[in-house]
């Protein structure tokens, strides 16, 4: 009997919906110091009163910080102004496209002609008010991204510019998300830049790197329908 009972006991331990073992936790590791003795390069701190505002000149007061009012084409020509003839850095631009800009909404050009894009507006600073997001279309797909905020006293202040090589421009709660080529086929490096308050602008905060999906095969076409004989027609050698 007591073996009996030590068979039936030992039976349901292996039953359906009892507790199994997983194997051996894997152990955790951390990231190890390659060449501890080494001096790394330092890297200098940030200013502490942030970088200076880059405010536009040449347009009226933005009233009550409200960005909706701002017209884009009159912002980036305003800027063109400021800084002609440049061709690298934040406010380079071809030859080819600050001509179009200076020729947007003159009579003759039409409206896709001019390489400033639709605005978008978000709230990039966190303050509670729409910021202005402007894009500029360059050749070769190039492009220039601008974002903009409007202070208290009216002054509209130019906190990120960049040009890049872009396949597509996000917007992720209060990140500018541009993705890119990067330099390996068949990936892309994804940046976000997010609003610094220290530093009063927008930076490169996030980098990285993701494979793009492969494009599916082509669907292919049916094959011809074999030619049809003629009614009447009969084989050759017929009586």
């Given at each position: 009997?007591?073996?009996?009972?030590?068979?039936?006991?030992?039976?349901?331990?292996?039953?359906?919906?009892?507790?199994?073992?997983?194997?051996?936790?894997?152990?955790?590791?951390?990231?190890?110091?390659?060449?501890?003795?080494?001096?790394?390069?330092?890297?200098?701190?940030?200013?502490?009163?942030?970088?200076?505002?880059?405010?536009?000149?040449?347009?009226?007061?933005?009233?009550?910080?409200?960005?909706?009012?701002?017209?884009?084409?009159?912002?980036?020509?305003?800027?063109?102004?400021?800084?002609?003839?440049?061709?690298?850095?934040?406010?380079?631009?071809?030859?080819?496209?600050?001509?179009?800009?200076?020729?947007?909404?003159?009579?003759?050009?039409?409206?896709?002609?001019?390489?400033?894009?639709?605005?978008?507006?978000?709230?990039?600073?966190?303050?509670?008010?729409?910021?202005?997001?402007?894009?500029?279309?360059?050749?070769?797909r190039m492009m220039s991204v601008r974002?903009?905020?409007?202070?208290?006293?009216?002054?509209?202040?130019?906190?990120?510019?960049?040009?890049?090589?872009?396949?597509?421009?996000?917007?992720?709660?209060?990140?500018?998300?541009?993705?890119?080529?990067?330099?390996?086929?068949?990936?892309?490096?994804?940046?976000?830049?997010?609003?610094?308050?220290?530093?009063?602008?927008?930076?490169?905060?996030?980098?990285?790197?993701?494979?793009?999906?492969?494009?599916?095969?082509?669907?292919?076409?049916?094959?011809?329908?074999?030619?049809?004989?003629?009614?009447?027609?009969?084989?050759?050698?017929?009586?």
């Amino acid at each position: 009997m007591v073996a009996l009972l030590a068979s039936v006991l030992s039976a349901g331990c292996g039953s359906t919906g009892s507790l199994a073992s997983a194997g051996p936790t894997p152990t955790a590791s951390g990231p190890l110091h390659l060449w501890p003795e080494r001096q790394g390069a330092q890297v200098p701190p940030a200013g502490p009163g942030g970088a200076p505002p880059q405010y536009v000149q040449g347009l009226p007061p933005v009233s009550h910080q409200d960005v909706h009012g701002v017209d884009p084409v009159a912002l980036v020509q305003a800027e063109l102004r400021a800084h002609p003839d440049i061709s690298v850095g934040a406010d380079g631009m071809p030859p080819e496209t600050a001509a179009a800009i200076r020729a947007c909404g003159t009579p003759g050009q039409a409206p896709e002609k001019c390489p400033v894009l639709r605005p978008y507006y978000r709230d990039l600073t966190g303050n509670g008010k729409d910021d202005l997001v402007v894009g500029i279309e360059f050749p070769d797909r190039m492009m220039s991204v601008r974002a903009y905020t409007a202070d208290e006293a009216g002054r509209l202040n130019r906190i990120m510019a960049t040009t890049q090589t872009v396949v597509a421009v996000e917007v992720a709660g209060q990140d500018v998300i541009l993705r890119v080529p990067s330099g390996n086929p068949g990936y892309e490096l994804i940046t976000a830049w997010s609003w610094d308050e220290k530093q009063k602008t927008m930076l490169p905060t996030r980098e990285q790197i993701v494979r793009v999906p492969a494009a599916a095969p082509p669907t292919p076409s049916a094959p011809p329908a074999p030619p049809r004989a003629s009614p009447g027609a009969s084989g050759a050698g017929a009586p």
